[in-house]
């Protein structure tokens, strides 16, 4: 079940309430169990609200969902306090929190308890941001943040409060499905934020550890994983890789301030460093903190420069002994990207003249680069220690399939076989296709052969590549039982071509069918007989 969207942000600035250093009064745990009690998980949400007004609240429409919240029951109560952030009276509050339950929160500061303006009555209200979370093997989770700072409403946060954290937004459920998944025994989430990542790695690795520049952050993800009935991590303070030192992981994970912005004004999205330096120090320096075979995975922004190709930017920060992929996503002209994060702050609903002023500071810092646009997408490596490394740079703009993580993992190993093949070890290999596979003949109705063979992937990154005959019927016939020389002996004798010179043409074909993934290599003996 994907996370909650958020509802409409506070309005305005000003200073975040202090949060407790730890949770070592056990409060967490308490809370958890009165949530599920209440069924106030992800699951619970949906089916409480209903499919139109849980898709609402990712529009930052709240009405639907306040009007399916009026029965007064404990969930009720909950998604209206802590989802919705409104204010609930103390004797609601105390039936969805109960046993003393109300007060400790009360006291641990996670409530508020004040005086209903209008009637006087003791009303209730949520001091941090928490929202139900479904986990990938469907567990129950939670993830703490600041108030309206989930991410998701249509109009930005809208706050400029220094160290706010945000909560789970699109940009954490991207890099989460993109994450290779296994058992590990160490995982780093660099710039933890609200602690997504690091949740998301509890379940695989023996050791997490997050670090953060804001220590409000490292509080809000130690809330997190109390709440979600995840192990402790280790949570240090430090900019970077400075607090990790040169500890090597198997696992590292990075949804950084990325934003290439003039300065550092807004701590959670602001890289505080020129143009898009940030990313390329975090992807240069995590080539030497991670073990042998070992993965590392960014969003990232970076600069297209007039006069440069981007493709060749993005190659120059691979750190060497790694394979990279780098996929391109969405590309905004400077005007608007300006637009895009200066509305993320809130900044057009306040003066307008600041706000000229703010879009000119802006365009004043691409201008004096040469940037001439921004790139947004992914970029992952692997510590493989190749002499002749795999980088393959991407654009790909297209619906993808999430989650993507053992799509990456099968690329990487992907490389790896092509990378120890050469044509004559191709030419003796098995091959079956991948079996999410089509294809599709396009021309004119009635026409005796097709104009284009297109091969389609239905999951994945949902890639087609147009065929020619040859490639059409090899891919047909691979599952796994004939060697792809033999397969191309048979193929020659059917349209009458040299055998010989049809060997020689093809593996470029097969090897870019390969490297995309229509084709999966047979690892292991031959097949009897073939």
Request: overall charge negative.
């Amino acid at each position: 079940m994907p996370p909650h969207p958020a509802p409409p942000p506070p309005k305005g600035t000003g200073e975040y309430p202090s949060l407790p250093l730890t949770d070592r009064s056990g409060l967490a745990p308490r809370l958890r169990s009165a949530f599920l009690a209440a069924d106030f998980t992800a699951d619970g949400l949906l089916e409480r609200l209903g499919a139109a007004a849980y898709a609402a609240l990712a529009r930052a429409e709240t009405v639907p969902a306040l009007r399916a919240t009026r029965g007064g029951t404990p969930l009720d109560t909950l998604v209206r306090l802590f989802l919705l952030q409104r204010p609930v009276s103390a004797a609601e509050a105390g039936a969805a929190l109960p046993g003393g339950l109300l007060d400790d929160a009360v006291d641990g500061g996670w409530l508020s308890r004040e005086p209903d303006g209008e009637t006087g009555e003791e009303v209730v209200r949520a001091a941090v941001d928490v929202r139900p979370y479904g986990g990938p093997d469907g567990q129950d989770w939670f993830i703490a943040s600041d108030l309206g700072c989930a991410v998701g409403g249509a109009g930005g946060i809208g706050s400029t409060a220094e160290g706010v954290v945000l909560g789970v937004g699109g940009a954490s459920t991207t890099l989460a499905g993109l994450t290779v998944r296994g058992p590990v025994r160490s995982a780093l989430d660099l710039g933890t934020g609200s602690g997504v990542q690091a949740l998301h790695a509890s379940v695989d690795a023996t050791r997490v550890t997050a670090t953060d520049l804001n220590p409000r952050a490292l509080r809000f993800t130690e809330l997190t994983l109390a709440l979600s009935g995840a192990p402790e991590a280790e949570l240090l303070e430090g900019s970077l890789f400075e607090p990790v030192g040169e500890h090597r992981y198997d696992l590292i994970v990075s949804n950084p301030p990325f934003v290439i912005s003039p300065g550092a004004r807004l701590t959670y999205r602001d890289g505080g460093m020129s143009g898009d330096d940030l990313c390329r120090t975090l992807v240069q320096q995590a080539g030497d903190r991670l073990d042998e075979g070992g993965y590392a995975h960014f969003l990232a922004n970076w600069q297209h420069v007039e006069g440069e190709e981007w493709s060749d930017r993005l190659r120059s920060w691979v750190p060497s002994g790694c394979d990279a992929w780098i996929v391109q996503r969405e590309v905004q002209d400077i005007t608007q990207y300006t637009e895009l994060w200066l509305r993320d702050a809130g900044d057009h609903r306040t003066d307008p003249e600041a706000y000229a002023v703010r879009y000119e500071a802006w365009l004043d810092e691409f201008e004096a680069r040469n940037t001439k646009a921004i790139g947004f997408g992914w970029i992952t490596l692997r510590r493989s220690g190749a002499a002749e490394p795999s980088i393959l740079v991407e654009e790909w703009p297209h619906p993808v399939e999430q989650p993507l993580g053992e799509t990456v993992r099968a690329h990487f190993a992907r490389q790896d076989y092509l990378r120890t093949h050469d044509d004559a070890a191709l030419l003796a290999g098995y091959f079956t296709l991948a079996p999410e596979v089509v294809q599709e003949q396009i021309g004119l109705p009635g026409a005796e052969d097709p104009e284009h063979v297109v091969l389609r992937q239905h999951r994945g990154m949902r890639r087609a590549t147009q065929v020619d005959t040859v490639g059409a019927g090899f891919a047909g016939v691979c599952d796994g039982s004939l060697s792809a020389g033999r397969i191309l002996d048979a193929i020659a004798q059917l349209i009458g071509e040299d055998p010989v010179l049809l060997r020689d043409r093809t593996p470029a074909q097969i090897r870019l069918l390969v490297e995309q993934g229509f084709l999966e290599p047979v690892t292991g003996p031959a097949p009897s007989g073939a």
